[in-house]
């Protein structure tokens, strides 16, 4: 199948690229024509996903909570390319902590959430604007838990603010015509989701299955393109229905070791 140029000439910059819905999309905006930049914490994974996208890509080993590695990704950038077209603020991590459960022994994690899924996408977004072109588009990770009450309130509460940060961020840059947008993906299937997972969670999906990376990183183009150009602030859930329908129930405890949900 041909697939459309509707990134055509775009740069692009996606962090937590180097596997699952980052690396489906960094795949999926080169087919679509754009250059991209993408971000991982481990060196051997970014050089893996980068050798699997094979072209029109540059890999910025880098943790978005590290301010001085968010500098080291925009500097290279510059240098290379000297704007940006497209931000798809994607890294996170996830951790499963219900009320009663975070105590002093595990604050770490608490703050990591934080400072990853907050802090890290905010000056994300924040450090890349000097290079950004007017009248591009800035895609933001959110979630289904930040909308659905599940278990694990700490992480919900982290997406819940991305979401936040797509509306207040709409108004902000709205001088510059850049359009902000979240994107939520509900399950989705990545080799960190564990069989048993994906049996209890198929019950509770209107559309009966889990999603791929590649249906968000499709949704994300879309965002991504010209094709949405009268479209900012919204938050686009790709869940298969989870979040429109009163069936979300939790699995948490079968899942709280899983380094990423999403």
């Known amino acids: 199948m041909t697939i459309a140029k509707r990134l055509e000439g775009k740069i692009a910059v996606i962090t937590g690229g180097n596997s699952g819905i980052g690396l489906a999309t960094a795949h999926r905006f080169v087919q679509e024509g754009a250059y991209v930049f993408i971000t991982g914490r481990r060196q051997s994974e970014l050089n893996a996903a980068v050798n699997q996208i094979g072209k029109n890509v540059t890999g910025v080993q880098g943790d978005v909570s590290n301010l001085e590695d968010l500098d080291r990704l ?89 979401r936040s940060f797509a509306r207040s961020w ?15 993906p509900g399950v ?14 198929l019950n509770t999906v209107p559309m009966k299955r889990v999603g791929n990376p590649e249906e968000v990183a499709k949704a994300v183009a879309f965002l991504a393109s010209d094709d949405s150009s009268y479209i900012t602030g919204i938050e686009l859930f790709v869940d298969g229905g989870i979040t429109q329908t009163n069936r979300f129930r939790t699995y948490g405890s079968r899942i709280r070791d899983m380094s990423r949900f999403l």
Do not use: C, W
């Open 188 to 201: 989705i299937s990545t080799p960190m989701l564990s069989g048993q997972f994906k049996t209890n969670i």
């Open 170 to 184: 709409t108004v902000d840059l709205k001088h510059r015509n850049i359009r902000v947008n979240a994107v939520s």
């Open 74 to 162: 925009y500097d290279t950038v510059k240098q290379h390319k000297g704007r940006i077209d497209v931000l798809f603020a994607n890294a996170g991590v996830t951790g499963f902590l219900p009320l009663g459960s975070v105590t002093d022994e595990i604050l770490p994690h608490f703050e990591k959430l934080f400072d990853v899924n907050v802090k890290g996408l905010l000056f994300t977004v924040q450090k890349a604007l000097p290079l950004f072109q007017d009248g591009g588009s800035i895609i933001l990770t959110a979630s289904v838990a930040g909308s659905k009450g599940a278990h694990g309130s700490v992480y919900g509460a982290t997406k819940a603010a991305v």
